[in-house]
T-cell receptor, first 115, second 112 residues
Framework: DGGITQSPKYLFRKEGQNVTLSCEQNLNHDAMYWYRQDPGQGLRLIYYSQIVNDFQKGDIAEGYSVSREKKESFPLTVTSAQKNPTAFYLC??????????????FGPGTRLTVL | GQQLNQSPQSMFIQEGEDVSMNCTSSSIFNTWLWYKQDPGEGPVLLIALYKAGELTSNGRLTAQFGITRKDSFLNISASIPSDVGIYFCAGPFTGGGNKLTFGTGTQLKVEL
């Protein structure tokens, strides 16, 4: 089955520790995205990547880092510099051309709790 | 910058009722997307609209691309308990980069 997987579903970390969230897609999409969602809020873009080995900051990139070494993978690291890291993190992917280029498909999310 | 305003913010309805929500933009969109997010899950695409005036259905869901290209509507007929969730509209960010601008969401709660 084609889709996007995120692991783990729930993640607990102590304050001050870096943590990496996994996102993998087998949809052969060029673009991948990371969003943060706080309770009762909408989606805020952290980072996005339109092609392998390239990525851009979104609206709230401070305290986060990403890499895009493979087309199918876009891991997100939440660093200790992120002041309020507890949130629900969503990964998405999309085509970059063609009729479906604007449509993003989401993974199931990772809920990160920093204690 | 671009903004998408969704209304209502939340709604409580009885099972079997029809539901209507809308999304308005400060700028023109060429595509409108409607997503549903179940609690604790990622958003799932419901309907994609690509042409002004377009009316598209997906089961009990119907969405319309406003003719001004600055708004879109989502209707749910004969609501059932599993319709509970948050509904988001989205459109392509005009600054490029294959990014989307998302609405603030409409939370739907269904009373049995």
């Amino acid at each position: 089955d084609g889709g996007i997987t995120q692991s783990p579903k729930y993640l607990f970390r102590k304050e001050g520790q870096n943590v990496t969230l996994s996102c993998e897609q087998n949809l052969n999409h060029d673009a991948m995205y990371w969003y943060r969602q706080d309770p009762g809020q909408g989606l805020r873009l952290i980072y996005y990547s339109q092609i392998v080995n390239d990525f851009q900051k979104g609206d709230i990139a401070e305290g986060y880092s990403v890499s895009r070494e493979k087309k199918e993978s876009f891991p997100l690291t939440v660093t200790s510099a992120q002041k309020n890291p507890t949130a629900f993190y969503l990964c998405a992917s999309s085509q970059t051309s063609g009729g479906d280029a604007d449509t993003q498909y989401f993974g199931p999310g990772t809920r990160l709790t920093v204690l | 910058g671009q903004q998408l305003n969704q209304s209502p913010q939340s709604m409580f309805i009885q099972e079997g009722e029809d539901v209507s929500m809308n999304c308005t933009s400060s700028s023109i969109f060429n595509t409108w997307l409607w997503y549903k997010q179940d609690p604790g899950e990622g958003p799932v695409l419901l309907i994609a609209l690509y042409k002004a005036g377009e009316l598209t259905s997906n089961g009990r869901l119907t969405a319309q691309f406003g003719i001004t290209r600055k708004d879109s509507f989502l209707n749910i007929s004969a609501s059932i308990p599993s319709d509970v969730g948050i509904y988001f509209c989205a459109g392509p960010f005009t600054g490029g980069g294959n990014k989307l601008t998302f609405g603030t969401g409409t939370q739907l709660k269904v009373e049995l």
